[in-house]
């Protein structure tokens, strides 16, 4: 059917304006996802000035950091995104005592997006659970050499569009937290729960209250879950603004087969300096604390200073 120009829906002149700026800026910025660590303080207590940048080249993002420590040695997994690619894959920093990059390795690749290596221990064994909605499944991947060799397994939870999945184990339970792209929600603002004995079995049960959280504001997990004098905490992002604007702590209250409940405790907002819009991954781990943030870069200034003049890492290895 030919639709005529006439009756074509015509963009206000605000929406033109704005499409212009946003071009021109391009030209001259880059928004950048970048990873950022700091000596632990707890989470009620971050403070950008005490955040070191580890700072990509200006062609990829780095995003969603994860922290492993091996024979002394601080590894960070991340999801990397080359620009004219536009898929993410999974990378590995290794770092020095200093926190400085000694190598960046490509340690897991598909045909489709990776991101969010949420990786952890079991029976002497490490795995890895990347993001891989795109290939509508939660993947499970064996170490079989680290840092750099990860082996499929199998699939958790197949015939889904899930990102973020988020691991947890409470009890004799094993917990699987992960926004659900359905009818009536997107990955930013739906999360659901599932729940096994084991968590290698491929019959995770869905949580009776699914959609647990239905919140643009807090929903899409940002990290690891993790206990504070005894408390769980689940790190969750803040899509309100924009995607991965701030990161939430929320104090799990309830977590059973039957009923769930959360209460928030605190928010970690983007500064109004530096140029930092968002940030939506927090892991911390023997005495590390690290981040993802968007930052507006410009293109042909090079790398951009760090935030930080306080950050010391000398006693932590």
Same mark, same amino acid.
């Given at each position: 059917?030919?639709?005529?120009?006439?009756?074509?829906?015509?963009?206000?002149?605000?929406?033109?304006?704005?499409?212009?700026?946003?071009?021109?800026?391009?030209?001259?910025?880059?928004?950048?996802?970048?990873?950022?660590?700091?000596?632990?303080?707890?989470?009620? *207590?971050?403070?950008?000035?005490?955040?070191?940048? @580890?700072?990509?080249?200006? !062609? #990829?993002? /780095?995003?969603?950091?994860? +922290?492993?420590?091996?024979?002394?040695?601080?590894?960070?997994?991340?999801?990397?995104?080359?620009?004219?690619?536009?898929?993410?894959?999974?990378?590995?920093?290794?770092?020095?005592?200093?926190?400085?990059?000694?190598?960046?390795?490509?340690?897991?690749?598909?045909?489709?997006?990776?991101?969010?290596?949420?990786?952890?221990?079991?029976?002497?064994?490490?795995?890895?659970?990347?993001?891989?909605?795109?290939?509508?499944?939660?993947?499970?991947?064996?170490?079989?050499?680290?840092?750099?060799?990860?082996?499929?397994?199998?699939?958790?939870? *197949?015939?889904?569009?899930?990102?973020?999945?988020? @691991?947890?184990?409470?009890? !004799? #339970?094993? /917990?699987?937290?992960?926004? +659900?792209?359905?009818?009536?929600?997107?990955?930013?603002?739906?999360?659901?729960?599932?729940?096994?004995?084991?968590?290698?079995?491929?019959?995770?049960?869905?949580?009776?209250?699914?959609?647990?959280?239905?919140?643009?504001?807090?929903?899409?997990?940002?990290?690891?879950?993790?206990?504070?004098?005894?408390?769980?905490?689940?790190?969750?992002?803040?899509?309100?603004?924009?995607?991965?604007?701030?990161?939430?702590?929320?104090?799990?209250?309830?977590?059973?087969?039957?009923?769930?409940?959360?209460?928030?405790?605190?928010?970690?907002?983007?500064?109004?300096?530096?140029?930092?819009?968002?940030?939506?991954?927090?892991?911390?781990?023997?005495?590390?604390?690290?981040?993802?943030a968007e930052q507006r870069r410009p293109r042909f200034l090079g790398q951009i200073s760090a935030h930080s003049s306080r950050h010391d890492f000398s006693d932590l290895l």
């Open positions: 059917m030919t639709i005529h120009s006439s009756n074509r829906i015509r963009p206000s002149k605000r929406h033109i304006i704005s499409r212009i700026k946003n071009k021109i800026r391009s030209c001259f910025f880059l928004d950048q996802w970048i990873v950022l660590l700091a000596p632990s303080t707890g989470y009620k *207590s971050l403070s950008w000035d005490d955040f070191k940048p @580890l700072v990509p080249p200006l !062609d #990829r993002l /780095w995003a969603d950091p994860f +922290i492993w420590v091996d024979n002394n040695t601080y590894y960070i997994f991340i999801e990397e995104m080359i620009y004219s690619t536009n898929r993410g894959r999974i990378a590995c920093l290794t770092l020095d005592k200093e926190m400085n990059i000694l190598s960046n390795q490509i340690v897991l690749e598909r045909p489709y997006h990776l991101s969010y290596p949420f990786i952890f221990e079991h029976e002497g064994q490490l795995y890895m659970i990347p993001e891989t909605g795109k290939n509508h499944g939660i993947e499970l991947y064996r170490c079989a050499r680290f840092p750099d060799q990860w082996i499929f397994e199998r699939n958790l939870i *197949s015939n889904l569009y899930a990102v973020d999945a988020t @691991l947890l184990k409470k009890g !004799d #339970r094993w /917990w699987l937290f992960a926004n +659900i792209r359905t009818e009536g929600g997107s990955t930013e603002d739906t999360l659901h729960l599932y729940y096994a004995d084991h968590p290698f079995l491929d019959s995770w049960t869905p949580h009776p209250l699914n959609p647990i959280v239905k919140d643009i504001y807090s929903a899409r997990p940002a990290g690891r879950i993790f206990l504070e004098d005894g408390i769980l905490i689940r790190p969750s992002q803040d899509c309100s603004a924009r995607y991965g604007y701030a990161t939430n702590f929320y104090r799990i209250i309830t977590l059973t087969e039957t009923d769930y409940a959360e209460v928030h405790e605190h928010t970690f907002y983007p500064q109004g300096k530096g140029g930092i819009l968002g940030i939506h991954t927090y892991n911390d781990m023997a005495g590390i604390t690290v981040i993802d």
